[in-house]
């Protein structure tokens, strides 16, 4: 058979085996078969040397014309099947994706992050305890007398066996000082609920950062320093700090701290009600009683605390003028941050 027979008898068993609806799999074969760099139609043209010098040419665009036939004929049928198989599984390549928006932290996540960077580098680990609580942790080893009206249903969520909904996360701070022993210095942030009437500031749960370092010689001193060196890393280098006695049953001196109001800068506005300071929350020296309750020897120890209320910081920072924005997830209020 002449070489020119070859490439038609090549052509007409191309043309059969196309016939045959080949599978996706097949075609490939198929591609290799005739197109490949090995492929039948390569070896056919290298056989060009045996055909008659004048009619080389000829041959040469014999097998070229059928090399393009044959992969254009291949790549239609494989588009076919897969415009079958996009049409089967009903996508449409053509629409638009989907955009998804990226989420961001919440305010709240946000400002306990925030502490707790600071606070590491002050030196402080992190604790965290349990939200339900005995009443024992929560009230009595921190002093609070029988009749404390913070025991009073009205502020308390009273549970089943003696338990209550922890009210502040000073029971993480009976819970260290009883598994560790001095020096402790720790903060301890975490959800707290009290079964108070909600309103602009106030809501039922919230969440508190406490603060304790307990060691020999631990001064009033050294707890306004450290308060003094958090509140200008969180609120600024301007910040003014202020400490007003106050009381607490677990600690002795106590004092509630306020910051200047970093929004007017301290000469008065609508967020600090015209009084150019922000309270922030409470702090004082360990009451020996609660020493006591937990087995430190108070006149080896002394020891300090505090405690901020979160959500009002971060209202304050964020310039939120409602607390329960912050529980109710509204998308368009998160985005904000
Ligand atoms: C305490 O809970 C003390 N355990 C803090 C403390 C720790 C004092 C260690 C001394 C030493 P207080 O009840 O004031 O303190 O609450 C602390 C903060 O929680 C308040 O300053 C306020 O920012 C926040 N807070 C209190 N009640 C609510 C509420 N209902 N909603 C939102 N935040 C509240």
């Known amino acids: 058979m002449s070489l020119f027979n070859k490439v038609d008898e090549l052509r007409s068993e191309f043309k059969q085996a196309l016939a045959s609806s080949p599978a996706l799999s097949d075609l490939e074969r198929m591609k290799q078969k005739y197109l490949g760099r090995k492929g039948v139609l390569n070896d056919l043209f290298k056989k060009i040397v045996e055909v008659e010098a004048h009619r080389r040419g000829e041959f040469g665009s014999l097998i ?7 992969h ?6 494989i588009n076919d099947h897969r415009s079958d198989t996009l049409s089967i599984s009903a996508v449409d390549v053509t629409l638009p994706g989907v955009e998804y928006e990226r989420g961001t932290l919440h305010p709240i996540e946000s400002t306990l992050r925030d502490f707790k960077q600071i606070f590491h580098r002050l030196g402080f680990a992190v604790a965290e305890g349990p939200e339900i ?3 024992w942790r929560n009230f009595d080893a921190l002093n609070f007398p029988p009749e404390h009206p913070a025991r009073d249903m009205q502020d308390t969520f009273f549970l089943e066996n003696d338990s209550v909904l922890r009210t502040h ?8 000082m009883l598994e560790e022993k001095p020096p402790i210095r720790s903060i301890m942030p975490g959800r707290v609920y009290r079964n108070e009437a909600i309103d602009a500031g106030h809501y039922c749960l919230f969440h508190q950062v406490e603060g304790l370092y307990v060691d020999k010689h631990v001064t009033m001193g050294e707890l306004k320093a450290t308060l003094e060196l958090f509140c200008r890393e969180y609120f600024g280098e301007n910040v003014k700090l202020r400490f007003r006695p106050s009381f607490f049953p677990f600690t002795e001196p106590s004092s509630e701290m306020d910051v200047s109001c970093f929004l007017c800068g301290g000469k008065g506005c609508r967020v600090c009600k015209q009084t150019g300071w922000l309270e922030i929350g409470g702090c004082g020296m360990v009451d020996p009683n ?3 309750a937990v087995n430190i020897d108070s006149e080896a120890y002394t020891g300090y605390a505090f405690g901020m209320g979160i ?4 209202m304050m920072k964020y310039g939120i003028t409602d607390i329960r924005l912050l529980f109710e997830n509204d998308v368009r209020f998160l985005k904000q941050f």
């Open 133 to 135: 609580e005995t009443q």
């Open 72 to 77: 254009d004929l291949i790549e239609e049928r």
């Open 311 to 314: 959500e009002r910081i971060a």
């Open 169 to 176: 996360t000073s029971p993480v701070q009976v819970r260290l």
């Open 290 to 292: 609660v020493f006591k």
């Open 64 to 70: 070229n014309q059928l090399k393009l036939d044959i």
